[in-house]
Every structure is written in structure tokens, then in C-alpha cells.
Nanobody, 122 residues
Framework: QVQLVESGGGLMQAGGSLRLSCAAS????????MGWYRQAPGKQRELVAT???????NYGDSVKGRFTISRDNGKNTVYLQMNSLKPEDTAVYYC????????????????WGQGTQVTVSS
């Protein structure tokens, strides 16, 4: 069984920075894309950023130039550095990973973390 565990959320003033981490553990053969998504109250879940195993990145328009995604393949961990935070960044942030489990390495399954709250005050 594979688990994704996020950490690093919290309360921050506008203009500040936070760093989120998400570690995958369990019976993992490899991980393809990893990413971060967020969901604000009353809104749909939206893309924040994704990163391929080779390090190619993609960002949502609202975070470009402020957020940076990175990963450590050896630790099966993805990070999200969030700078210049705005109140509109307030949301539950979820990490995602396309996991190939041991014993079924030919199938990639998208898995989700439990979410971590980020609140930005004005």
C-alpha cells in the first residue's frame, strides 16, 4: 500500500512564504508525475503545479513566478515553495503522484494525499 503524507501548511501573512512537502511511502516501484492541486471553499480543485520525473514543470497561471515545484526522486518527495503569498492562495493543498507499485510496475495509478490547509491573511 502507498501513502502520500503532506506537511508544511499553516497560517501566513500576505507577502510571506511557505514550503510544502509531500512524501510517498510504501510498496513503490517508481513515480511518474508528481504535483500539487488546491481547493478553496466553494470552488473546484485546481492545478497548482506538476513536475515530471525528469524535472519538467508546469504551473497554473495564478501561481507562475511565485511558486516553485521540485522533487527528490531518491526520497519520493515533492516540494512546493510558495513565495509572495496572497489571500487568494488560501485553500487546502493536495499532493498527487502517479505511482507504479511493486508487482504492478506497468500500471501508473494517481494517488492523493490527505491535504494540508494554507491560510493567507491580508
Amino acid at each position: 500500500q502507498v501513502q502520500l503524507v503532506e506537511s508544511g501548511g499553516g497560517l501566513m501573512q500576505a507577502g510571506g512564504s511557505l514550503r510544502l512537502s509531500c512524501a510517498a511511502s510504501g510498496s513503490i516501484f517508481s513515480i511518474d508525475d508528481m504535483g500539487w492541486y488546491r481547493q478553496a471553499p466553494g470552488k473546484q480543485r485546481e492545478l497548482v503545479a506538476t513536475i515530471t520525473r525528469r524535472g519538467f514543470t508546469n504551473y497554473g497561471d495564478s501561481v507562475k513566478g511565485r511558486f516553485t515545484i521540485s522533487r527528490d526522486n531518491g526520497k519520493n518527495t515533492v516540494y512546493l515553495q510558495m513565495n509572495s503569498l496572497k489571500p487568494e492562495d488560501t485553500a487546502v493543498y493536495y499532493c498527487s503522484a502517479d505511482v507504479r507499485a511493486r508487482g504492478s510496475w506497468n500500471i501508473a495509478t494517481q494517488m492523493w494525499g490527505q491535504g494540508t490547509q494554507v491560510t493567507v491573511s491580508s
